[in-house]
Every structure is written in structure tokens, then in C-alpha cells.
């Protein structure tokens, strides 16, 4: 699995695994500046983009905005593979930390995260429109260390 640097001529294939593992997907304009402003990686496979990931680098500390795997390759370890790479490239850069919000019912994604070392430290209430479309949902906060303090 060889991860890169995604750049503008990858927004269609960003669009549609987005939209595909994600109940409220970025539109182009979120892509457009994401991939001239975050650190945006993928892995490509034998059909496409199979994983992408999006963070954001603010000083000593960084936002995981994205993070995903094509539905028929999920438990593979493309997750993994491409997150330990986003946290070391942070690391280099000077990163300290990483923190993230998620949607409290993502099961999934919040036993992910807890065994890439994220610990929940807070709770955003009504922070994301409800996937079902109706009300809102609490976010979860997950920040974890990086890099050396």
C-alpha cells in the first residue's frame, strides 16, 4: 500500500468515496480548498482511490477532518496504514497532538480511533445534522499525543 498526496485532478474520485462512506459529504468547493490548505493523502487500489484521509495542521497540534476506506475494503488495514502515515508526516512537521470530532453513534469509527490511541476528552451537543436528516446528533471529541513534547 503506497500512500500520496492527493491533489485537484483526484476531487472526483474524493467526491464519490466521500459520498459513499459519509452521510453528509464535502461538496467541491470543501475539496478545492482542502487540497490546497490540509495535508490530503490516499492510496490508490486496482479500481481507484480505496482510502483517503484530510487533516488540518494549526501550530504544535492538528484536526483529523477525514478519513475513510472504500466500503468493500474496510478491515483490511488501509485505515490503519494510511493514518499512521498522516501521524507521522504530522510528527515531522511538528505536530504535538490530534484531536477529532465524530458522530456518537459511529460505533465503527469510535472503536477505530480507540485503538489507534485517541482517548475521548469532551462532547460537542447537537454538533452534527442528524444522519437520518432530522435533529441533530452530538459530536464526541477524541484527541490523542503525537509526535514528541
Given at each position: 500500500?503506497?500512500?500520496?498526496?492527493?491533489?485537484?485532478?483526484?476531487?472526483?474520485?474524493?467526491?464519490?468515496?466521500?459520498?459513499?462512506t459519509n452521510s453528509h459529504p464535502w461538496d467541491i468547493s470543501h475539496w478545492q480548498h482542502s487540497l490546497k490548505a490540509d495535508i490530503c493523502l490516499g492510496i490508490d487500489?486496482?479500481?481507484?482511490?480505496?482510502?483517503?484521509?484530510?487533516?488540518?495542521?494549526?501550530?504544535?497540534?492538528?484536526?483529523?477532518?477525514?478519513?475513510?476506506?472504500?466500503?468493500?475494503?474496510?478491515?483490511?488495514?488501509?485505515?490503519?496504514?494510511?493514518?499512521?502515515?498522516?501521524?507521522?508526516?504530522?510528527?515531522?512537521?511538528?505536530?504535538?497532538?490530534?484531536?477529532?470530532?465524530?458522530?456518537?453513534?459511529?460505533?465503527?469509527?469510535?472503536?477505530?480511533?480507540?485503538?489507534?490511541?485517541?482517548?475521548?476528552?469532551?462532547?460537542?451537543?447537537?454538533?452534527?445534522?442528524?444522519?437520518?436528516?432530522?435533529?441533530?446528533?452530538?459530536?464526541?471529541?477524541?484527541?490523542?499525543?503525537?509526535?514528541?513534547?
Amino acid at each position: 500500500m503506497t500512500v500520496r498526496n492527493l491533489n485537484v485532478t483526484d476531487i472526483p474520485q474524493l467526491m464519490a468515496l466521500d459520498a459513499a462512506t459519509n452521510s453528509h459529504p464535502w461538496d467541491i468547493s470543501h475539496w478545492q480548498h482542502s487540497l490546497k490548505a490540509d495535508i490530503c493523502l490516499g492510496i490508490d487500489g486496482e479500481t481507484g482511490l480505496s482510502a483517503f484521509t484530510v487533516a488540518m495542521k494549526m501550530a504544535d497540534e492538528a484536526e483529523l477532518l477525514l478519513i475513510a476506506v472504500a466500503p468493500a475494503l474496510q478491515g483490511r488495514g488501509f485505515g490503519q496504514h494510511i493514518f499512521n502515515t498522516l501521524t507521522e508526516k504530522l510528527a515531522n512537521n511538528g505536530s504535538r497532538s490530534l484531536f477529532l470530532e465524530v458522530r456518537e453513534s459511529n460505533r465503527q469509527a469510535r472503536r477505530f480511533y480507540e485503538s489507534a490511541g485517541f482517548a475521548e476528552t469532551g462532547i460537542r451537543p447537537a454538533y452534527y445534522p442528524a444522519a437520518n436528516g432530522t435533529g441533530r446528533e452530538d459530536a464526541l471529541i477524541f484527541a490523542m499525543m503525537i509526535g514528541k513534547a
